[in-house]
C-alpha cells in the first residue's frame, strides 16, 4: 500500500518537474498540466475505491472475529451454568484461538485504513487542485496574451530603434534636389519659349494693332455716355 501511494506522489511530482523544465509556453504548460492531473485523478480515484474496498473488508473481518470471540464466551458461560467444564474450557481454548487471529485482523484493519485515509486525501486534494487552477488558468492566459503582445512590441521597437535611416533621408535630399532642379529647368525651357518681339512674325504684330487701342476704346464709351445724356 505505502509504494502504491509513493508511486503516485512521484507521477505528480514528475509531471509538474518535467513541465517546469519545459516553460516554453505557460499557457500551453497549464494545459498539459491539467490534462495530466485529470489522468492520475482518474487512477487515483481506482486505487482510493480499492484501497477503500479492502479497509471495509479488513474491518469487517475484525467485527465478525469480535462477534465470534463474545459468542465463545457466551457459550462458555453456558456451559458453566450447565456444569460442564469440559465444555466451556472447549470454548474458552476456541475463544483463545480467536484473540490470537483478532491481533493480526487488528494489524490488517489498522493497515488499511490508514492508506484508505492517505489514499482518500490525496484524492480530495488532486480533485481540489485541479479545481483551483481551471479558475485561474483563465487569468493565466489572459497574463499570457498580454505577455506576448507586449514582447511583440518591445521586439518592434528594438527592430526600430536599430534602423539607421541617415542614409534613407540623404537619399530622399537627393531625389528631392533632382526634382528641383528638373522643376527650375522645365521653367526656364517655358520662360525661353515665349515670343518676343524680335521673334514675332508680322502676322503676330499686326493682330496686336487689329485690336485697337485701349484709348480708342475709352473715348468711345465716353462719347455714348454723353449722347445718352449718362
Keep these: 500500500m505505502a509504494n502504491i501511494l509513493q508511486r503516485f506522489?512521484?507521477?505528480?511530482?514528475?509531471?509538474?518537474?518535467?513541465l517546469l523544465d519545459k516553460a516554453e509556453d505557460p499557457e500551453k504548460m497549464i494545459n498539459q498540466y491539467l490534462r495530466d492531473m485529470e489522468e492520475d485523478l482518474g487512477e487515483v480515484k481506482a486505487q482510493t475505491a480499492s484501497v477503500m474496498a479492502e479497509a471495509?473488508?479488513?474491518?469487517?473481518?475484525?467485527?465478525?472475529?469480535?462477534?465470534?470471540?463474545?459468542?465463545?464466551q457466551r457459550y462458555a458461560e453456558k456451559a458453566l451454568i450447565a456444569g460442564n467444564d469440559d465444555d466451556a474450557r472447549r470454548f474458552l481454548e476456541r475463544k483463545a484461538e480467536l484473540n490470537k487471529e483478532r491481533e493480526a485482523k487488528q494489524l490488517m484493519a489498522d493497515a488499511t485504513a490508514n492508506s484508505a485515509e492517505q489514499m482518500r486525501a490525496m484524492h480530495d486534494k488532486l480533485t481540489k487542485d485541479i479545481a483551483t487552477l481551471n479558475e485561474r488558468k483563465a487569468t493565466i492566459k489572459a497574463k499570457v496574451a498580454a505577455a506576448k503582445t507586449q514582447e511583440k512590441i518591445n521586439n518592434l521597437n528594438e527592430k526600430v530603434g536599430s534602423i539607421d535611416i541617415t542614409d534613407g533621408m540623404s537619399a530622399f535630399d537627393r531625389m528631392e534636389a533632382k526634382a528641383d532642379a528638373m522643376l527650375d529647368k522645365a521653367?526656364?525651357?517655358?520662360?525661353?519659349?515665349?515670343?518676343?518681339?524680335?521673334?514675332q512674325t508680322v502676322d503676330q504684330l499686326a493682330a496686336k494693332y487689329d485690336e485697337g487701342s485701349k484709348g480708342d476704346i475709352d473715348a468711345e464709351l465716353a462719347e455714348m455716355k454723353a449722347q445718352l445724356g449718362l
Design 187 to 199: 521653367n526656364a525651357m517655358a520662360e525661353l519659349n515665349k515670343p518676343t518681339e524680335a521673334t
Design 56 to 72: 471495509e473488508k479488513a474491518r469487517r473481518e475484525l467485527q465478525e472475529v469480535d462477534d465470534e470471540i463474545a459468542k465463545m
Design 9 to 18: 506522489k512521484d507521477i505528480m511530482a514528475a509531471n509538474i518537474n518535467a
